[in-house]
């Protein structure tokens, strides 16, 4: 767990920036896929469910004027930059480690 501090700016409005803050990467990855699939909502919201694929993230995340984060490195006792690229590559594997334990859990109720 380190905690993470995750930087948005998704307008070029500077009054658009904000922050925040998690207890660990992994959360705050998660947040950015809430964030969009609350994005998602706003669009159609007249649909019961939604689904999308991780190209439409990463569009998502592209569209922003910068977002960016900082980890906590204890080693160091300070804070490691991150850049979008980082994130989107820290998403694939979130969704790939899911997609992978998912195919575990239903093969294993076979």
Same mark, same amino acid.
């Given at each position: 767990?380190?905690?993470?501090?995750? @930087?948005?700016?998704?307008?070029?409005?500077?009054?658009?920036?904000?922050?925040? #803050?998690? %207890?660990?990467?992994? %959360?705050?990855? %998660?947040?950015?896929?809430?964030?969009? %699939? #609350?994005? +998602?909502?706003?669009?159609?919201?007249?649909?019961? *469910? $939604?689904?999308?694929?991780?190209?439409? +993230? !990463? &569009? @998502? $995340? &592209?569209? !922003?004027? &910068?977002?960016?984060?900082?980890?906590?490195?204890?080693? *160091?006792?300070? =804070?490691?930059? =991150?850049?979008? #690229?980082? $994130?989107?590559?820290?998403?694939?594997?979130? @969704?790939?480690?899911?997609?992978?334990? *998912?195919?575990?859990?239903?093969?294993?109720?076979?």
């Amino acid at each position: 767990m380190s905690h993470t501090i995750l @930087f948005l700016h998704p307008k070029p409005c500077p009054a658009s920036r904000t922050y925040c #803050e998690y %207890e660990s990467v992994k %959360e705050c990855l %998660e947040s950015i896929c809430q964030i969009y %699939e #609350e994005h +998602l909502k706003r669009q159609s919201a007249d649909m019961p *469910t $939604i689904t999308y694929g991780i190209t439409q +993230l !990463f &569009d @998502f $995340i &592209d569209s !922003f004027v &910068d977002i960016s984060c900082v980890v906590y490195q204890k080693s *160091t006792n300070s =804070y490691a930059p =991150y850049n979008k #690229e980082w $994130i989107k590559d820290q998403i694939y594997a979130l @969704f790939r480690d899911t997609a992978m334990n *998912t195919s575990h859990a239903n093969s294993k109720k076979r």
